[in-house]
């Protein structure tokens, strides 16, 4: 059986050299959805073989960079020189608020978290080059990004989030995850889904405080969890933890299972989940006044709170119907002239 590198190289020899090639994380992850995306409007190939990307770089065939906004930027200095024999690509940016992080003198200095300002200067910096030198463009899916001005002069254009609509197209089976068989939640009570790493991101301390508390939900907890969290979870009779990678043939069946979503972030961004959760008209629990609920205030299936024991006092109708969101905030249109310029 062939290697992954070896079926990267493969493909690439074989295939037409005037389809789209996708650079990918050498792991799965929403690249994999976003290749998807992008084969259904023009024909691509997934690339993760960091040989087989070099020998794209240097042919004129159109290039989509998935991971602009991290591992595909040292690709800089090739992706300038592109433009000389007519290398045309796209770059698609999902951490563009990192670009305008900031820091006072004081800060930079006694902060040990400077090497993130540090970062930020550098990537604005290629950013604009890729931008103003490159036959490159960048598209930022901050869209409705509070910040978006601020981001204007580093990217292209801007989209929603292909995770906003893109179940049709991906149209992924449903598969049972083997924990979730094994497992009796307490009867009468509705089952939160909490998916992708446990972290401060994911407001992990008020979570955790919460589940124990809550007598009103169940809670659902997949992907990857600390240890510490993990064993203190394993004592609580309203959580299942499943962790793990979970596939996304996994996901789509827990979708489908649970009633309510947690996208009770603390930070200020677009989130596939989120996405995901809007395109299954289900309800999600967001912090209040923050980026979820200030962009997406007019979907009604949103439970915005300040602190997690607010929900305490929410009646949740499971079957309320929600405003028609996809057709607001679907740019499947949009992105697909964009590859089609390539």
Known sequence: ????????????????????????????????????????????????????????????????????????????????????????GLGISVRTEYLLEKRTFTEFLFNRRRHIFVKAVVKRFLFLAIKKLSSTSIVSIHKNHQKRKGMEPFVSDFINDPQLWDLGILNVASNIPDEFNNFKFIEERKLVLVAGRLNEQRSKKDLLDYIFHSEKFNFLICGNIEDDDFKDLESATNCLVINRYISNEELFFLYNKCDVFYCFYSNDRPSGFFGRAVQMRKPIIVRKGQFLHSVFSSYEGLIPVKKLTDLDEFEIEIDQPVIELIKDFDDREKFTKILMRL
């Open 1 to 88: 059986m062939k290697s992954s590198k070896e079926r990267s190289l493969t493909i690439l020899f074989t295939m037409p050299q005037n389809k789209i090639y996708c650079f990918s994380a050498g792991r799965i992850c929403h690249h994999d959805d976003y290749f998807l995306v992008i084969d259904s409007i023009r024909s691509a190939v997934n690339l993760k073989d960091q040989k087989a990307k070099l020998k794209v770089l240097f042919s004129k065939s159109p290039i989509v960079f998935l991971d602009i906004d991290g591992d595909d930027l040292i690709y800089t200095i090739i992706i300038l020189l592109r433009r000389l024999w007519g290398g045309r």
